[in-house]
């Protein structure tokens, strides 16, 4: 398979590393990745797919994954504006205020928004550092008034959609296969119509967003902007940052994902990839243990599961990057870990820096090099050094040395 990439820069991708993990999963039935970030391994798969689930807290991170998926010409008509200061502030103050997303991307699995879609990764491509999007104190408000806000019990308002075999119904592999291939044929006959590239007219109100506004009986005034005066009320009203966007360049080339120069005019071709290669994964959105159970795991086959948490503050990480929960998420997904490592049917990979997971001897450590990250656009290089993965005993072993061209190394457990 071709691998893809996504199409913004994403701190703490393992692009790099996607090979070494794949030889260690195989050609798994089932793959699970709870932090699915710039689903950098999941892309670089080099066999084809099975039955694969992503997820992510970040409502705007899983909603973007969502659109590419569903409505990739949407998105790309949102996301293909140019680089532009003034829109980069009032579209994230835009952003932060959809409450009401935040909310109904966690109620409903198949929910998502095209035009929260496109601005995010359009303002992503162009932010600097960490803040794109962000407000700390909108988890712990919005959780505790989940049953005030949204209308339904906290139970149900912690549930996902239904993981727990390989699918159902039309969503069995069998059929998924079947209309694999007559999918392929298809785009194979518009591929060969010169005007296959065309957007579909959407002239008519905001596109499939207009009908959905109808079906679901929204008031009117649903569409109506946020309050934009004095900087915005409440947890809106301070805190966000301003600053220039992305104008930095290097041997010839300048900005970053959709904004990097020779992608102008691409970004429709680019979305359509990756919803080829999308059109079978399952995105969920909330916590990461969701999707951990017996069930959406061992049950459907032997299972891929990559766990590539927020690294703790111990691991030396810049702190600005996450709020304070986030930071102790690792040392939860370190414990899961290591109460499930022994599973036959289970090969995890779990990534971290240096000395931050103390693991058995019977786990494998790897060492890679990482191209940079945040503190390396702040001048500090020795993290992307630091990098590890530690391998459940149950993956398989590397038949070869796959340098690749990478600085590697192996070791057996510890901290290292």
Same mark, same amino acid.
């Given at each position: ?14 692009? =790099? ?7 260690? !999963? ?9 932090? &699915?970030?710039?689903? &950098?391994?999941?892309?670089?798969? $080099? ?7 992503? #997820? ?6 899983? #909603? ?28 994230? =103050? ?33 932010? /600097? ?30 549930? %996902? ?18 209309? %694999? ?11 060969? #119509?010169?005007?296959?590239? %065309? =957007? ?5 109100? #905001? ?24 900087? *915005?009320?409440?947890?809106? *009203? ?26 102008? *005019? ?33 049950? /459907?086959?032997?299972?891929? /599961?990559?766990?590539?948490? $927020? ?60 191209? *940079? ?15 590890? /993965? ?17 600085? !590697? ?8």
């Amino acid at each position: 398979m071709t691998p893809l990439r996504a199409p913004f820069p994403w701190f703490g991708g393992k692009s =790099r590393a996607a090979h070494l993990v794949w030889e260690a !999963f195989g050609d798994v039935a089932n793959y699970v990745e709870p932090f &699915a970030g710039s689903l &950098a391994v999941m892309l670089g798969r $080099p066999t084809p797919p099975g039955v694969e689930t992503v #997820n992510d807290r970040d409502a705007y991170l899983a #909603n973007f994954w969502r659109a590419v998926q569903l409505a990739p010409d949407e998105v790309a008509r949102y996301a293909d504006w140019p680089v532009n200061e003034a829109d980069l502030h009032a579209r994230h =103050r835009w952003l932060v205020g959809q409450t009401e997303f935040r909310a109904r991307m966690r109620q409903g699995p198949e929910y998502f928004d095209s035009k929260v879609a496109g601005w995010w990764v359009w303002g992503i491509c162009q932010w /600097i550092g960490s803040g794109w999007c962000a407000q700390p104190a909108w988890e712990e408000q919005e959780a505790a008034g989940a049953e005030k806000t949204c209308g339904i019990a906290t139970s149900e308002y912690a549930k %996902r959609p239904m993981l727990d075999k390989p699918g159902r119904g039309i969503h069995q592999l069998a059929v998924r296969q079947g209309e %694999r291939e007559a999918q392929e044929e298809r785009l194979r006959d518009l591929r060969s #119509n010169p005007d296959w590239k %065309r =957007r579909p007219h959407l002239s008519h109100g #905001n596109g499939v967003h207009a009908q959905r506004a109808r079906d679901l009986g929204i008031a009117a005034g649903w569409e109506k902007r946020p309050s934009l005066g004095r900087g *915005g009320r409440g947890v809106h *009203g301070r805190g966000l940052p301003e600053q220039m966007p992305v104008l930095s360049g290097d041997s010839g080339a300048v900005g970053r994902g959709i904004h990097v120069s020779g992608k102008q *005019g691409g970004i429709g071709e680019w979305m359509q990839a990756l919803a080829d290669r999308l059109r079978y994964v399952r995105v969920c959105c909330g916590d990461w243990s969701r999707i951990l159970s017996p069930n959406v795991t061992e049950r /459907i086959g032997v299972t891929g /599961i990559l766990l590539d948490p $927020p690294y703790s503050g111990a691991a030396g990480r810049d702190p600005s990057l996450y709020a304070e929960e986030y930071l102790q998420v690792a040392h939860r997904v370190r414990e899961w870990s290591l109460a499930n490592g022994d599973n036959p049917r289970l090969r995890i990979a779990l990534c971290g820096y240096e000395g931050e997971h103390p693991m058995p001897s019977t786990w494998r450590c790897v060492s890679w090099k990482a191209p *940079g990250g945040y503190a390396a656009a702040r001048g500090n290089h020795e993290n992307a050094q630091r990098e590890r /993965i530690w391998f459940s005993p149950h993956c398989l072993a590397p038949a070869e040395d796959p340098l690749h061209g990478l600085p !590697f190394a192996v070791f057996t457990g510890g901290a290292r």
